[in-house]
């Protein structure tokens, strides 16, 4: 439609580990506010994609754009720091450390790096932490996390815990927020909580997200639009009904 622009497209992106071809040709394009899932077996490559976007493993052929800008090959720092923020499978919070401080740290890219030679120093930086502190104090307040905000982060129960680490890619401010499994590992009931959290958030913030879920009827609730990885390549893409429904897709899940 006029006026559209992806925020982020990846065309023919392909990557390989040795002899192994982990992603194959793989082309996804995410459109403003769009909630994109992508789905597969374990190690059809959803994560390989994440990697390929966000700098740790660049692909080998194949271009990513990430809001006009050619992103393939861009180191993981620079790539947070134009916008893409991540969370991982395994909660990765900082141990010992409050859910305040664990959220205050995703504020980091946006760190200037003298303040950053120190290490912790910037938490404290007066200049930032006027503005820090506001933006952090919303994205508690959307996530509804005022009532762990001291507690240290080991004490939270799991389910709170990915919200913490939501809450932490959140501050960094970005435009596109990719969320791996923010699921795993949860009842009913924080699941359903999580939807309302990353619908919230979608709309509070302006984002666009990319989501790998193996809840698939989170994805069939939430996602616009799904692709389905099968051995390192797209097997089908679709609004995530149809998708969902294909068999060849049906045939992968139940391969594994
Ligand atoms: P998924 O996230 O869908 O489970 P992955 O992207 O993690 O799949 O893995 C795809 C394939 O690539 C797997 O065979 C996996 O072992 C391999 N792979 C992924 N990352 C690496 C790596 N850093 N080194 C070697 N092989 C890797």
């Known amino acids: ?11 023919n992106v392909s990557r390989s580990f040795g002899g192994l071809q982990a992603l194959k040709n793989v082309s996804i394009e995410i459109g403003p506010g769009e909630i994109y899932g992508l789905v597969g077996p374990n190690g059809s490559g959803k994560t390989t994609l994440v990697n390929a976007i966000t700098g740790f493993y660049p692909p080998n052929t194949g271009s990513i754009h990430f809001r006009d800008k050619q992103i393939a090959g861009v180191k993981p720092h620079k790539v947070a720091g134009l916008g893409i923020a991540r969370t991982f499978q395994n909660v990765a919070l900082f141990k010992g450390m409050s859910a305040l401080d664990n959220i205050l740290m995703g504020r980091h890219v946006h760190m200037k790096p003298r303040a950053l030679a120190s290490l912790f120093y910037w938490v404290w930086a007066e200049k930032d932490e006027v503005a820090n502190r506001r ?12 009532s762990v905000r001291h507690e240290p982060v080991e004490m939270i129960p799991l389910g709170m815990q990915k919200r913490v680490e939501l809450a932490r890619a959140l501050a960094a401010e970005p435009r596109l927020l990719i969320l ?12 359903e909580y999580m939807v309302r959290f990353i619908l919230d958030a979608r709309e509070a913030l302006n984002l666009s997200i990319l989501l790998i879920e193996h809840h698939l009827d989170v994805v069939t609730a939430i996602c616009e639009r799904v692709a389905v990885l099968n051995n390192g390549e797209k097997i089908a893409e ?7 429904s294909d068999p060849e897709v049906v045939a992968a899940y139940i391969g594994k």
């Open 180 to 191: 791996d499994e923010p699921m795993a590992g949860m009842n009913q009931e924080e699941k």
């Open 238 to 244: 679709d609004a995530a009904k149809d998708a969902m």
């Open 135 to 146: 933006q952090v104090e919303e994205i508690i307040d959307l996530l509804q996390l005022e």
């Open 1 to 11: 439609s006029a006026g559209y622009k992806a925020v982020l497209t990846c065309d």
